[in-house]
């Protein structure tokens, strides 16, 4: 009989647990608060309708929920058969009828959260391959799946803002990006400073860096090129008129 509780007893992953099921249940309150007609509407991805969005959040904890499956019984279970395969089936999720994209998102949610409650403690180290060629523990899953509600809440344009985020999430996203900026390279002369805080992000050894400051939700948002509100640069000391975009993240 399945398991009614986490089977993992590691406080850590209990707490990233708990980030992923806020933020499910975050985008789940936004998504509520449209109407049918209003999932025609467009969201801060270019292209994407809600429709899109809403179908690659519900097919993204599908594909998580694969990767889970593999951690448990050693079958290999690729998120997405290709990339191509990922497009077609937002493309097609688009055309549901607003009903059935809502169930998507419900059952594919409550889906996933089984999966995750009932893999057994030792299986989460087990390593699993992402969509994007990375091999990591399942564990990963829990933080890829946050990643994914919490900013694609925002993405929604329908109120939902960076400010609503727990800073944890902010602070791993930050990490997560400058470090995929670190590895393209695309971080040379870019130094993030969050205000108030001594948290600092990107080329920190630079000598005449292009300085980018801001409140956390802010940077968080511009890092991830979702605007520039809130933020400034500095270069040299002196402001610069306009804050440069964020490199390309993924
Ligand atoms: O973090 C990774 O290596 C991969 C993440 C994804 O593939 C998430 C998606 O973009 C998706 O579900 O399509």
């Known amino acids: 009989m399945a398991a009614r509780t986490?089977?993992?007893?590691?406080?850590?992953?209990?707490?990233?647990?708990?980030?992923?099921?806020?933020?499910?249940?975050?985008?789940?309150?936004?998504?509520?608060?449209?109407?049918?007609?209003?999932?025609?509407?467009?969201?801060l991805l270019p292209g994407w309708t809600r429709r899109h969005?809403?179908?690659?959040?519900?097919?993204?904890?599908r594909a998580v929920a694969r990767l889970i499956e593999w951690a448990a019984t050693g079958v290999e279970t690729p998120m997405y058969a290709s990339t191509a395969a990922r497009s077609h089936e937002i493309d097609f999720g688009a055309t549901l009828s607003p009903t059935a994209l809502r169930n998507?998102?419900?059952?594919?949610?409550?889906?996933l959260n089984v999966e995750w409650r009932d893999l057994p403690a030792d299986a989460w180290h087990h390593k699993v391959k992402t969509a994007q060629g990375r091999?990591?523990?399942?564990?990963?899953?829990v933080w890829m799946r946050t990643r994914e509600v919490w900013v694609h809440a925002v993405?929604?344009?329908?109120?939902?803002?960076f400010t609503d985020i727990?800073?944890?999430?902010?602070?791993?996203?930050?990490?997560?990006?400058?470090?995929?900026?670190?590895?393209?390279?695309?971080d040379?002369?870019?130094?993030?400073?969050?205000?108030?805080?001594?948290?600092?992000?990107?080329?920190?050894?630079?000598?005449?860096?292009?300085?980018?400051?801001?409140?956390l939700?802010?940077?968080?948002?511009?890092?991830?090129?979702?605007g520039t509100q809130g933020v400034t640069a500095t270069h040299a000391g002196a402001p610069r008129a306009e804050v440069p975009a964020a490199p390309p993240w993924i």
């Open 166 to 186: 727990p800073a944890p999430v902010l602070t791993r996203l930050l990490k997560d990006i400058t470090a995929a900026w670190h590895t393209r390279g695309t």
């Open 104 to 111: 998507l998102f419900d059952h594919s949610a409550v889906h």
């Open 188 to 215: 040379a002369g870019l130094l993030i400073k969050v205000t108030g805080t001594d948290l600092t992000f990107g080329d920190t050894p630079a000598e005449n860096p292009t300085v980018i400051t801001g409140p």
């Open 6 to 43: 986490d089977q993992t007893t590691d406080p850590r992953l209990q707490d990233e647990l708990l980030q992923a099921r806020r933020g499910t249940a975050y985008f789940a309150r936004k998504l509520n608060e449209l109407s049918d007609a209003e999932l025609d509407g467009g969201t």
């Open 53 to 61: 969005l809403v179908a690659h959040v519900g097919y993204n904890a």
């Open 135 to 141: 091999t990591v523990p399942a564990e990963e899953t």
């Open 217 to 226: 939700a802010a940077v968080a948002q511009w890092a991830t090129g979702r």
């Open 155 to 161: 993405d929604l344009d329908n109120g939902a803002a």
